[in-house]
């Protein structure tokens, strides 16, 4: 089983800045690509930004030069900063990370959403 367990969002004036983290723990043996996802509200679910196992970073437009992905491989956890916010940066965030588990089965998961408003 394995558990994900996101953190870090909340109210934030526009041009503020937030860090959102996701822990992933359990049974695991490896992990491969991270990411996070957005659903702002009345619009579908998109990509933010993604981080493979090698550290290569993949980021939406709207966001590059603004968010930051980052991992700790030693902690299984996922980082995004968020920088210069925007009102449209408003969404429920969702953490989603493709791994290994010991027993070699592939597992893809998501967090449990994590709240970002950017309002003044």
């Known amino acids: 089983q394995v558990q994900l367990v996101e953190s870090g969002g909340g109210l934030?004036?526009?041009g503020g800045s937030l860090r959102l983290s996701c822990a992933a723990s359990g049974n695991i043996r490896s992990i491969n690509a991270m990411g996070w996802y957005?659903?702002?509200p009345g619009k579908q679910r998109e990509l933010v930004a993604t981080i493979?196992?090698?550290?290569?970073?993949?980021y939406a437009d709207s966001v590059k030069g603004r968010f930051t992905i980052s991992r700790d491989n030693a902690e299984n956890t996922v980082y995004l900063q968020m920088?210069?916010?925007k009102p449209?940066?408003?969404a429920v965030y969702y953490c989603?990370?493709?791994?290994?588990?010991?027993a070699n089965f592939r597992y893809i998961g998501w967090?449990?959403?994590t709240q970002v408003a950017v309002s003044s």
């Open 12 to 14: 934030v004036q526009p």
């Open 38 to 40: 957005r659903l702002p």
């Open 52 to 58: 493979t196992s090698a550290g290569s970073t993949n």
């Open 83 to 85: 920088n210069s916010l």
């Open 88 to 90: 449209e940066d408003t």
């Open 96 to 102: 989603n990370i493709d791994l290994w588990t010991r």
């Open 111 to 113: 967090g449990q959403g």
